[in-house]
């Protein structure tokens, strides 16, 4: 491991009462933060060899359980049969079930064939065949028993994947562009600066104790496909004065407040990235607000901050020197940001973007996708942020015969807007935050829209989450669903959502406007997105997205 950028100084006037470390804040302000301070996240590993594993889910440490474990990518999964209208009222350890949510961090989106087959594998094997691509790339696995951790952990160590920080208050997976390398449009392949910071900083104690967690992304793609403008910290790659590099940007995030990333307005060299990458990270772990968990993000310092004071605040005292100014990314090139369909590679080859519903697959479909990538000459998937998956290096004689294969096992490649622009959440199922069932209910609502709107092809995003946070990202969508209980036309008190219209992210980014009075219940979705997309169709003006 490295040794991590440092502040020289402290100075820095700061309201007090933040619990910044920088500002001399050393005790512990919440539990959270004692929990962080008595023991190193990290070091629940071990814990989790030697004793937990082997004395079962009885025997673990509740600070472990539902604290450190997230180190691990390890949560516990919530108890079947709790209605959502208990989920602010009941204790922890009452909605707490006895298995685990296990998310395998997948930094970049990249997976060769063996890697693929060991997770679905691992899926068959511990998780009762549950798989869920998720909107950072990553795959998550349920059902998982602490017995099986250790092997679970042998066989993807085995393969060079790994569960480390994939949750908690550390460095999550790093998101990049599924392309990365193979497009002929793309401005830079961040892949080596991606591998950068994972091989240098994820696992390092200097990183796993910050305020709350820490979401990058890297990526030089043309279409911008890792949603920069939400991420804790994004590089994204630009041209300066004849040179490729990247443009930084710090505290996009959305949630409870939602805010979009601000430019620092510095070039950045390939070979600085990691180093940039340590000092904002610095900053934030020195001086992060820790004193309420709601305020503990990235977003709220810069916001306070402003990117002038972060930027000079990470030249001189963590970088040790200036970064050059440079420009701010190209707008990105027209079309969906989704890589699904069949498009050229800039080596003659081709790349097929299929979509999942949703993101839900299985260890059986995962062993699908490998067979019929092997079968065609491919040996790299890639995983999207639309929880959707890319098959690489297709030979241009190969194409018609994989998208047959995967049509034929409901991947679709050819998917109707329904279909490839609607993400869910995990929801209810195993979400101990959740209110409403979500992935279900945004199946059956891809399936009713495409029976009755099946000749809608603009593009049209829906995402559905099932609490007020925003793993799915409700407030940048078109339709934004956020799952509360509602009441129907009986007085009866039921799952539904608030509905978010007109948000967006790129040229003209936008937070969904919370339309007062406007919620619907599950029930109701379908016929209720269907009037609102109807209403869109005909007072749209010529050439009008649905954002705008
Ligand atoms: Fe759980 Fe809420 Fe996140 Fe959905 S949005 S996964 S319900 S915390």
């Not at 079947?80 to 208990?86: R, T």
């Not at 790994?162 to 997976?173: I, L, M, Q």
């Not at 979509?355 to 999207?384: C, F, M, W």
């Not at 194409?399 to 959440?425: G, H, K, W, Y």
Request: hydrophobic share 35%; charged share 30%; proline share 5%.
């Amino acid at each position: 491991m490295s040794t991590p950028a440092r502040p020289a100084n402290r100075h820095h006037k700061r309201p007090r009462g933040e619990g910044q470390w920088a500002l001399g804040y050393r005790e512990p302000l919440n539990k959270n933060e004692e929990n962080k301070k008595a023991d190193d996240g990290l070091n629940v590993r071990q814990r989790i060899i030697d004793i937990y594993s082997k004395g079962g889910f009885d025997s673990i440490d509740p600070a472990d359980l539902r604290g450190r474990m997230r180190w691990y990518g390890l949560y516990t999964q919530r108890k079947p049969g709790i209605d959502g209208g208990k989920t602010a009222i009941l204790e922890p350890e009452e909605l707490d079930d006895r298995y685990f949510m296990l998310r395998v961090r997948i930094d970049g989106g990249q997976l060769d064939l063996k890697q693929l087959r060991v997770i679905a594998d691992i899926s068959n094997d511990y998780a009762r065949g549950t798989a869920d691509i998720t909107d950072r790339q990553n795959i998550q696995l349920h059902w998982i028993e602490i017995e099986s951790v250790p092997d679970i952990w042998n066989r993807l160590e085995a393969v060079g994947l790994s569960t480390t920080e994939a949750c908690g208050d550390t460095p999550r997976v790093v998101m990049g562009c599924p392309l990365a390398g193979i497009d002929a449009a793309e401005v830079i392949d961040g892949t080596a600066q991606i591998a950068d910071i994972t091989s240098r900083y994820v696992g390092d104690k200097a990183f796993s104790n910050l305020p709350r967690k820490f979401k990058s992304a890297v990526s030089g793609c043309s279409a911008h496909c890792t949603v920069h403008e939400i991420n804790d910290i994004a590089f994204v790659g630009v041209t300066h004065e004849g040179e490729q590099g990247f443009d930084v940007w710090v505290g996009g995030g959305l949630s409870t407040n939602p805010m979009f990333a601000k430019r620092l307005g510095a070039f950045v060299r390939p070979e600085q990235v990691h180093e940039v990458w340590a000092g904002v990270c610095g900053i934030f772990r020195d001086y992060g607000y820790r004193r309420l968990r709601h305020r503990a993000r990235i977003k709220f310092l810069i916001n306070d901050w402003g990117a002038e004071k972060f930027r000079e605040i990470l030249e001189t005292e963590y970088l040790g020197y200036r970064l050059a100014d440079g420009p701010a990314p190209e707008e990105p090139r027209g079309g969906r940001r989704d890589h699904v369909g069949v498009f050229p590679q800039k080596d003659g080859n081709f790349y097929v973007g299929f979509a999942p519903r949703v993101g839900r697959v299985d260890g059986d479909t995962l062993h699908r996708i490998a067979d019929i990538a092997e079968r065609h000459g491919s040996g790299r998937v890639r995983t999207t942020v639309e929880q959707k998956m890319v098959i690489l290096d297709v030979a241009p004689d190969q194409v018609d015969s994989i998208v047959a294969e995967l049509e034929a096992v409901d991947l679709r490649v050819n998917p109707s807007t329904f279909r490839r622009q609607t993400m869910a959440c995990t929801g209810i199922e195993y979400c101990k935050l959740a209110i409403v069932e979500t992935k279900a209910t945004a199946v059956k609502l891809i399936d009713e829209l495409e029976t009755r709107l099946p000749g809608f092809t603009e593009p049209l995003t829906i995402n559905v989450n099932g609490c007020p946070n925003s793993c799915a990202r409700i407030q940048v969508a078109d339709i934004g669903l956020k799952g509360q209980l509602v009441v129907n036309d009986k007085g009866e008190q039921v799952e539904g959502f608030q509905v978010h219209l007109g948000g967006s992210i790129g040229v003209n980014p936008n937070f969904g406007r919370k339309v007062r009075g406007l919620k619907a219940t599950a029930e109701e979705l379908p016929g209720y997105v269907e009037r609102v997309v109807r209403n869109f169709d005909k007072q749209k003006n010529e050439g009008e997205t649905f954002s705008e």
